[in-house]
């Protein structure tokens, strides 16, 4: 699968603009929340892989294609020590909205709730470098990123306050959408000729499952009813990307 998106790419890309391909692997960090469920910051932590291979459309831009697993999700605890010190996760609450589980008592000791998402995901990107606008030092090594991902669940884990399995049956209630259109932005730094330091932010613009039915909510319009009756994924992302292999003209 990836050896035909890496084939087509390039042979797409070969009409554009006939210069340097590049090819490579790309590894990191991912710090992640789901908006609605009630925890403040990207507080869940994983990774990702992918490999990629990009090609120049101009002397300071190219496209880049890639196919990743990465992990998402949401995570929120409640420490009896928050009560007293006033820490953001102070008296969370969790899955109100369906009754699987009673708010929770503040004085009732320690909760944890969590949300594991595993994604296959094709992120498609238009990379600039910084040095075809400015000559300041530093500044002119920077490149940015603009594009947008297609992504789907392939594995998933849940669990409420108290720790229980809740995988089966929240997915049951809150069916999660097929595919997930994300928007992405990011900003990259060479370190050597054949690695580079980046750093992304995606947003999902269309929602990984249903929240609230149409009842359940009040809201002023149609783009608040959306955002209220869903919930999407955000996600900051660390990494390094190798380039392996070099071509073209």
């Known amino acids: 699968m990836t050896f035909i998106i890496v084939s087509l790419f390039g042979l797409y890309s070969e009409r554009l603009y006939g210069q340097m391909f590049r090819g490579g692997l790309q590894g990191g960090l991912t710090a992640s929340e789901v908006s609605g469920d009630h925890a403040g910051g990207p507080d869940k932590l994983g990774w990702y892989a992918s490999v990629y291979t990009n090609r120049d459309i101009g002397p300071f831009s190219r496209f880049q294609l890639e196919l990743m697993y990465i992990q998402k999700g949401s995570r929120a605890y409640h420490d009896p020590w928050d009560d007293i010190h006033g820490n953001q996760n102070n008296g969370f ?13 503040p004085d009732d000791g320690f909760r944890d709730y969590r949300f594991n998402l595993h994604y296959v995901e094709i992120p498609l990107f238009f990379i600039f470098d910084f040095s075809s606008v400015t000559q300041i030092t530093f500044v002119d090594r920077l490149s940015g990123e603009l594009g947008l991902s297609l992504s789907t669940v392939v594995g998933h884990y849940e669990t409420d306050n108290f720790g229980n399995d809740r995988t089966n049956e ?42 609230f039915s ?12 959306y955002r209220k009756r869903h919930q999407f994924n955000t996600v900051w992302s660390f990494g390094i990307s190798y380039t392996m292999f070099y071509g073209g003209n």
């Open 214 to 225: 149409r009842n359940e909510i009040i809201c002023a319009n149609a783009l608040e009813c």
């Open 93 to 105: 609450i969790l899955m109100d909205d369906n009754d699987l589980d009673p708010d929770p008592d």
């Open 170 to 211: 929240m997915a049951a209630l809150r069916p999660f959408k097929f595919a997930e259109l994300n928007a992405l932005l990011g900003i990259q730094y060479p370190i050597t000729d054949d690695l580079s330091f980046h750093i992304r932010f995606s947003q999902g613009v269309t929602p990984l499952r249903t929240r």
